[in-house]
């Protein structure tokens, strides 16, 4: 059992760092790659970033593939750095096992985060670390929404080497089955852990949530590095 202020210790002592996964096809979104679809006046990238940002991490690596240069173009001249993954097509394993092996700041918690969730604002990030460092079991945190399982995924800095080899996958959606003993799920109060913008039916969702105006996704030819 824990004696008191030890939970509170650990979770003071507790600091995380971010990859990012940018790397994807975007092949369900029509025209324009999704990660540079405008969301109030910033590439979707952009704004997501920004909040994790916000959050404090130690450090954020953006795991790029598809469509790398203008990722990068997105965001450089933001406090992060970029990791591209000659493997980006063999899935999304492959980017998670890149930016957890491009880290270098020490850290206590690692969060594997999706760059196209851009309803997530910093005290989202913060409230999965806040969650991480007082859960009472596990070294692996998965956020859900009413049973959905969302993202990102927050795990112990110990797990990295696992996670690099691929015996550990945070992105698996089977990860709570297969590790019941180290996964704890984070029931939150709201469903923005579960919300991407993977489809055009999504960006209309996630721009009507913002009170934003409908958007023409113009097709344009895309660019495969």
């Known amino acids: 059992m824990n004696e008191p202020g030890t939970t509170r210790a650990r979770h003071a002592a507790l600091s995380f760092s971010a990859v990012v996964l940018a790397a994807g096809m975007s092949t369900r979104m029509p025209g324009k790659h999704k990660l540079l679809l405008p969301i109030d006046g910033q590439p979707a990238v952009r704004r997501t970033v920004s909040a994790l940002i916000a959050a404090g ?118 990860l709570i089955a297969e590790h019941p003993d180290e996964v704890f799920v984070h029931e939150a109060l709201h469903d923005r852990f579960a919300l991407d913008m993977d489809t055009p039916e999504d960006y209309a969702r996630v721009l009507t949530r913002l009170g934003l105006g409908g958007v023409t996704i113009a097709v344009e030819p895309r660019a495969t590095t």
């Not at 992060?80 to 096992?97: D, I, K, L």
């Not at 806040?130 to 927050?154: E, F, K």
């Open 57 to 174: 991490p130690e450090e954020i690596v953006i795991v790029t593939g598809f469509n790398a240069h203008a990722i990068v173009d997105a965001l450089n001249d933001l406090p992060v750095r970029f990791q591209f993954n000659p493997h980006y097509e063999e899935g999304q394993v492959t980017s998670v096992a890149a930016g957890v092996a491009a880290l270098n700041a020490p850290c206590s918690v690692v969060l594997v985060c999706l760059a196209d969730q851009v309803l997530l604002c910093p005290d989202d990030y913060r409230e999965l670390i806040d969650a991480y460092g007082a859960m009472p079991r596990g070294s692996i945190l998965v956020p859900t929404c009413n049973g959905q399982r969302g993202n990102p995924v927050a795990f112990s800095a110990s797990y990295a080497t696992e996670v690099i080899s691929g015996h550990v996958n945070p992105g698996c959606k089977k």
